[in-house]
Nanobody, 122 residues
Framework: QVHLVESGGGLVQAGGSLRLSCTAS????????MGWFRQAPGKEREFVAA????????YYADSVKGRFTISRDNAKNTVYLQMNSLKPDDTAVYYC???????????????WGQGTQVTVSS
């Protein structure tokens, strides 16, 4: 069992930055690939970024490529999403998720956090 808790969301102006964190319980965090997804009101949950268990490979949605960076620190059981050059279209609830053994861009993950709200004002 893996329990995920996101933090770092908030209100930011367009062009600003935020860093989301997702901390996992349990001793097997390094066994899981991690992903970030987001869901805006009235829209389906969509893939944002993913990272393999060792951080060796990362994947991004085209809409965030070059602006967002996913990383992880297995010693701290934490995965991060650095978000730069934020746009109003990035406004959504952001969720982290864990999946073994490899990441996917589909929302087919084993464990999910409760989500953190990100609001970008124009």
């Amino acid at each position: 069992q893996v329990h995920l808790v996101e933090s770092g969301g908030g209100l930011v102006q367009a062009g600003g930055s935020l860093r989301l964190s997702c901390t996992a319980s349990g001793r097997t965090f390094s066994s899981y690939a991690m992903g970030w997804f987001r869901q805006a009101p009235g829209k389906e949950r969509e893939f944002v970024a993913a990272i393999t268990w060792n951080g060796g490979s990362t994947y991004y949605a085209d809409s965030v490529k070059g602006r967002f960076t996913i990383s992880r620190d297995n010693a701290k059981n934490t995965v991060y999403l650095q978000m730069n050059s934020l746009k109003p279209d990035d406004t959504a609830v952001y969720y982290c998720a864990a999946r073994a053994p490899i990441p996917t861009t589909r929302p087919q993950y084993d464990y999910w956090g409760q989500g953190t709200q990100v609001t970008v004002s124009s």
